[in-house]
């Protein structure tokens, strides 16, 4: 029955090449747009189990209390030319931009509230920042000792405002928090010889964030171009190097679309997808072009060669696939959701390889054979003519 259905799909890529490769780039097509719209976790949180009693007493804290991930936006010294930098964080200069920032910030989107050191100094001079260092150092040094570590660090070289948020683990409301938050701060009055940084929990997600998005990318461009070299060692010819790559592409952009649909997000391990694929998938490409090529110089036409190619190598791929989709399938089982997250998109990425090499390969190697490689000899004659008239 599967050898049947194996012979059916060799014979209709032979006559319908071009047909399925239509198909098959406006299906891509399709599931790229919607891939473009993935989610990406960053949240610690999501990635335990949903109805551990932590997780849920964390959501309902929320809820009913407001934000609990805090951004700390710190103050420091740096080395500065300036002649009017400032050497000691108790500067006057300083007060002013953390008072600055703390009504500045209060009125960013998802700010539940802000708080700073300066209210200690307004309160102790007439509600005003005081504007000499002499006044701020005897007002911090008539403040009791145990809370005088929470204004200034020991140096005197750093304070910090608190703004406690509201935008949970939502990368977007993050995004958009952590940058509305560094645009307050970039027009910010900083004095020279001071730098505001901010870290804390949404900063951290959003860095995660672009980070995952960055290392995505290179291990994705650097696992292509590393595995078509390969390729092109082996096979010796452009076109024949990146057919059995192109499957696995399309795979990777297809199973993107796919969790977008099942919304399965992109987490700290779902972010490898396209590598473990690549990794993966391509050995199915590698073996039923081997194979065809084997059958070639046997004597075989083109239709005999891709039909004993895709029947044979083909029995072999589906019983890979079953046994590798089962392994990464066991995941989904695991109590924790970014493990679950990670077996389903590999399962669904190795069936979707092992379709792309079995449907879009044979169609690629029959319009190589008949159409691109008799083209390029006629072209390579042609330009030899021309330079020997």
């Known amino acids: 029955m599967i050898e049947e259905m194996l012979k059916k799909i060799a014979r209709f890529s032979e006559k319908r090449p071009l047909l399925i490769v239509v198909v098959i780039l406006v299906l891509t097509i399709i599931m790229g747009s919607i891939a473009s719209n993935i989610r990406m976790e960053t949240a610690f ?26 951004v700390t936006a710190a103050v420091k010294i740096i080395p500065s030319e300036s002649s009017e930098k400032v050497e000691d964080i108790r500067d006057p200069r300083v007060l002013e931009l953390v008072d600055f920032l703390e009504r500045d910030i209060s009125n960013v989107e998802y700010v539940t509230s802000v708080s700073s050191p300066t209210d200690v100094f307004k309160e102790n001079n007439n509600n005003i920042i005081p504007n000499d260092i ?17 204004i200034f660090n020991n140096d005197y070289t750093m304070t910090t405002l608190y703004i406690t948020t509201d935008s949970g683990s939502d990368s977007i409301k993050n995004t958009v928090l952590i940058n509305e938050i560094e645009n307050r701060v970039n027009e910010a009055p900083v004095p020279p010889g001071t ?65 977008t649909l099942l919304d399965i997000p992109l987490d700290f391990a779902t972010t490898a997808i396209a590598s473990l694929l690549l990794g993966l998938g391509i050995d199915y490409g590698i073996h039923l072009m081997h194979r065809y090529h084997e059958e070639r110089k046997k004597g075989e036409s083109i239709e005999e060669a891709l039909e004993t190619a895709v029947i044979n190598t083909g029995t072999a791929v589906l019983a890979t696939t079953a046994t590798t989709t089962v392994g990464f399938g066991a995941l989904i089982l695991a109590p924790l959701p970014t493990m679950q997250n990670l077996g389903k998109s590999c399962s669904l990425g190795i069936i979707y390889c092992m379709l792309a090499v079995i ?8 319009l190589n054979d008949k159409y691109i490689e008799p083209f390029n000899k006629k072209l390579v004659l042609k330009i030899k003519s021309l330079k020997q008239d």
């Open 45 to 70: 949180e999501k990635m335990l189990p949903q109805d551990d009693e932590a997780i849920k007493t964390l959501y309902e804290v929320r809820d009913n209390f407001g934000g609990t991930d805090i």
């Open 134 to 150: 002499d006044t701020v150092r005897y007002i911090y040094n008539q403040i009791p000792e145990e809370s005088q570590s929470k």
């Open 359 to 366: 449907i879009l390969l044979p169609s690629l190697i029959v």
């Open 195 to 259: 730098k505001v940084i901010l870290t804390g929990t949404p900063s951290l997600r959003v860095l995660v964030s672009r980070l995952m998005n960055e290392s995505q990318l290179i291990t994705t461009v650097v696992g292509l171009l590393g595995v078509f070299l390969v390729l092109l060692f082996y096979f010796r010819n452009f076109v024949s190097s990146f057919m059995p790559l192109a499957p696995v592409i399309l795979a990777v952009i297809w199973t993107a679309g796919s969790m």
